[in-house]
């Protein structure tokens, strides 16, 4: 089999490397990739965006399978026009797709299906959003309606906070057409985690859950970002909360969308807090997570092909995921001023060195120049380890990174903290 994985990060480096892995597989091809995905993948110099370059390149080569990494080929209806061409293609439709598209839009299916959320208003212009700010309860969790990368989201303590937001993302436009729409979110108390699920529209198939760390220093601190490392499984969510979870949120969601008559087929993976009035939807992704795609196929012990194919043929209860036991840590390092201003081009030490077993490094913005590695983007590399527990697979982890160094690298030296306790 032939498949095609599209994007060029840590998450398609390691969905290729899982990939490859399978007897079915034959040939990788990743557009438009990256030069750290060499080893696994054939790079095909395509950009995300090019869908018709995408569909013409798939059927030319006789591709089985697509794989779309990021979302916004998904919200721009890559996968409809792959299927209308008789392509298989994994992942939702357009349609399905605006549940991570639109938070507004999320949001009112949550509200006419009784999924559990926060309270929420929404604004298409500053100055009513500032009016409401001028007399809410802080703190409040400010939300750009499109898609910002994972940067779109702002806790604010008091006035001056909320309204610097708010004219970033509204008169400034940081985030650009995204931010047309704002919404204001009750705030939620209690402890944040990723939970993923495949789905084929009828049947699901939960993953592992992780744990993100999306501000960019430790102990929660600084700016939200794409992700700063993961850990699954993970020791303080007791089973029966990961059972009401699957009951309340992702079940009760596949058929939400079922009933909206907007099928669901794919990777529905959703930002849950878990507060004292139990589990709550933070915000829906239609895709696997980056940096957690990283640390839930660390630990997966099943076919991701087979799993994957059988989604787009319907036929998902007829294939199972094991899962390894061990725990999964996952690092990601980054360049100084991510998740805003931030320089390329310096060189990486280190990737030659043996960094130990059980220890993958998966690619996110780096170039090769010359038999040399650089930097080139914000998060430069995701470090992942397995261990026999939380504690071991942090040492492993901590200990690869002490062998990797380029200029103003910087990294979270805390992740699974959480867990830890």
Same mark, same amino acid.
């Given at each position: 089999?032939?498949?095609?994985?599209?994007?060029?990060?840590?998450?398609?480096?390691? $969905?290729?490397?899982?990939?490859?892995?399978?007897?079915?597989?034959?040939?990788?091809?990743?557009?438009?990739?990256?030069?750290?995905?060499?080893?696994?993948?054939?790079?095909?110099?395509?950009?995300?965006?090019?869908?018709?370059?995408? #569909?013409?390149?798939?059927?030319? *080569?006789?591709? @089985?399978?697509?794989?779309?990494?990021?979302?916004?080929? &998904?919200?721009?209806?890559?996968?409809?026009?792959?299927?209308?061409?008789?392509?298989?293609?994994?992942?939702?439709?357009? *349609?399905?797709?605006?549940?991570?598209?639109?938070?507004?839009?999320?949001?009112?299916?949550?509200?006419?299906?009784?999924?559990?959320?926060?309270? !929420?208003?929404?604004?298409?212009?500053?100055?009513?959003?500032?009016?409401?700010?001028?007399?809410?309860?802080?703190?409040?969790?400010?939300?750009?309606?499109?898609?910002?990368?994972?940067?779109?989201?702002?806790?604010?303590?008091?006035?001056?906070?909320?309204?610097?937001?708010?004219?970033?993302?509204?008169?400034?436009?940081?985030?650009?057409?995204?931010?047309?729409?704002? #919404?204001? %979110?009750?705030?939620?108390?209690? %402890? %944040?985690?990723?939970?993923?699920?495949? =789905? @084929?529209? !009828? +049947?699901?198939?939960?993953?592992?859950?992780?744990?993100?760390?999306?501000?960019?220093?430790?102990?929660?601190?600084?700016? +939200?970002?794409?992700?700063?490392?993961?850990?699954?499984? #993970?020791?303080?969510?007791?089973?029966?909360?990961?059972?009401?979870?699957?009951? %309340?949120?992702?079940?009760?969601?596949?058929?939400?969308? +079922?009933?909206?008559?907007?099928?669901?087929?794919?990777? /529905?993976?959703?930002?849950?807090?878990? =507060?004292?009035?139990?589990?709550?939807? $933070?915000?829906? *992704?239609?895709?696997?997570?980056?940096?957690?795609?990283?640390?839930?196929?660390?630990?997966?012990?099943?076919? &991701?092909?087979?799993?994957?194919?059988?989604?787009? @043929?319907?036929?998902?209860?007829?294939?199972?995921?094991?899962?390894?036991?061990?725990?999964?840590?996952?690092?990601?390092?980054?360049?100084?001023?991510?998740?805003?201003?931030?320089?390329?081009?310096?060189?990486?030490?280190?990737?030659?060195?043996? $960094?130990?077993?059980?220890? /993958?490094?998966? !690619?996110?913005?780096?170039?090769?120049?010359?038999?040399?590695?650089?930097? *080139?983007?914000?998060?430069?590399?995701?470090? =992942?380890?397995?261990?026999?527990?939380?504690?071991?697979?942090?040492?492993?982890?901590?200990?690869?990174?002490?062998?990797?160094?380029?200029?103003?690298?910087?990294?979270?030296?805390?992740?699974?903290?959480?867990?830890?306790?």
């Amino acid at each position: 089999m032939k498949v095609l994985v599209i994007g060029s990060g840590a998450r398609e480096h390691a $969905l290729c490397w899982k990939l490859k892995q399978s007897r079915h597989v034959k040939q990788i091809f990743a557009a438009p990739g990256s030069d750290g995905m060499a080893k696994v993948a054939t790079l095909v110099p395509i950009g995300v965006g090019e869908i018709d370059k995408l #569909l013409a390149f798939a059927r030319e *080569n006789r591709v @089985d399978l697509t794989v779309v990494g990021p979302e916004d080929p &998904l919200v721009a209806g890559i996968v409809d026009r792959f299927q209308k061409k008789g392509l298989r293609i994994y992942g939702p439709g357009q *349609n399905a797709a605006r549940l991570e598209g639109s938070k507004a839009y999320a949001k009112d299916v949550m509200r006419r299906h009784a999924i559990p959320t926060a309270g !929420h208003k929404t604004y298409d212009k500053p100055e009513p959003a500032l009016e409401y700010l001028t007399h809410c309860d802080y703190p409040v969790v400010l939300k750009a309606d499109g898609l910002a990368a994972g940067k779109g989201v702002s806790i604010v303590e008091d006035y001056a906070q909320a309204e610097a937001a708010v004219k970033e993302c509204m008169v400034r436009k940081r985030f650009g057409d995204a931010g047309k729409r704002l #919404l204001i %979110e009750d705030f939620l108390q209690g %402890e %944040e985690i990723s939970v993923h699920a495949i =789905t @084929d529209g !009828h +049947n699901i198939l939960p993953l592992c859950l992780a744990q993100d760390h999306k501000r960019v220093g430790d102990g929660d601190s600084g700016e +939200n970002t794409g992700g700063m490392g993961t850990y699954s499984p #993970l020791p303080q969510v007791e089973e029966a909360t990961s059972d009401q979870i699957q009951e %309340e949120i992702i079940v009760r969601s596949v058929h939400a969308m +079922n009933r909206e008559e907007v099928p669901f087929r794919g990777t /529905m993976f959703v930002g849950v807090m878990l =507060t004292k009035q139990g589990p709550r939807v $933070l915000e829906y *992704n239609v895709r696997f997570g980056d940096p957690e795609t990283q640390t839930i196929l660390a630990r997966l012990k099943g076919d &991701l092909f087979e799993i994957l194919s059988a989604t787009v @043929d319907g036929k998902l209860d007829q294939v199972q995921a094991d899962w390894d036991e061990r725990t999964a840590v996952t690092v990601v390092l980054a360049s100084g001023g991510y998740p805003r201003d931030f320089a390329k081009g310096y060189k990486i030490h280190g990737l030659e060195y043996d $960094l130990g077993p059980d220890v /993958m490094v998966f !690619h996110a913005g780096t170039k090769k120049v010359d038999g040399e590695w650089f930097t *080139n983007g914000g998060r430069v590399l995701s470090v =992942t380890a397995l261990g026999q527990d939380l504690q071991e697979a942090r040492a492993k982890a901590y200990a690869a990174i002490e062998k990797i160094r380029f200029d103003k690298m910087i990294y979270r030296k805390d992740i699974g903290w959480r867990g830890m306790k």
